[in-house]
């Protein structure tokens, strides 16, 4: 069993940042990927990134590359995204999850990953 925490949700207005943490506890040894993704009210859960612990290789959708940034501490077991330049249809529920082994190919696919944090908000409004 893992367990993911997400934390850092917030109001922002656009333009501007805000950095979102998920804590892993629990079997994580094998689950060398750690994924973000987010769910606006009436829409599909979409993957916004992805990062391999093995190798810190990284992965992000067209619609956040430039603008979020995914990094890990592997001392306290965290994932970090750093989003900057947010726009209101940023606005979602983030998760954050975790998958075997790497990121795989098809990253932002939701039906890759085991297991789910409970998720954080983030609204983006003036």
């Known amino acids: 069993q893992v367990q993911l925490v997400e934390s850092g949700g917030a109001l922002v207005q656009p333009g501007g940042s805000l950095r979102l943490s998920c804590a892993a506890s629990?079997?994580?040894?094998?689950?060398?990927?750690r994924g973000w993704f987010r769910q606006a009210p009436g829409k599909e859960r979409e993957g916004v990134s992805c990062?391999?612990?093995?190798?810190?290789?990284?992965y992000y959708a067209d619609s956040v590359k430039g603008r979020f940034t995914i990094s890990r501490d592997d001392a306290e077991n965290t994932v970090y995204l750093q989003m900057n330049s947010l726009k209101p249809e940023d606005a979602a529920v983030y998760y954050c999850a975790a998958v075997l082994h790497s990121c795989p190919p098809n990253f932002d696919e939701a039906a890759e990953y085991a297991y789910w944090g409970q998720g954080t908000q983030v609204t983006v409004s003036s």
């Open positions: 629990g079997y994580t040894l094998d689950y060398y990927g």
């Open positions: 990062i391999s612990l093995s190798d810190g290789s990284t």
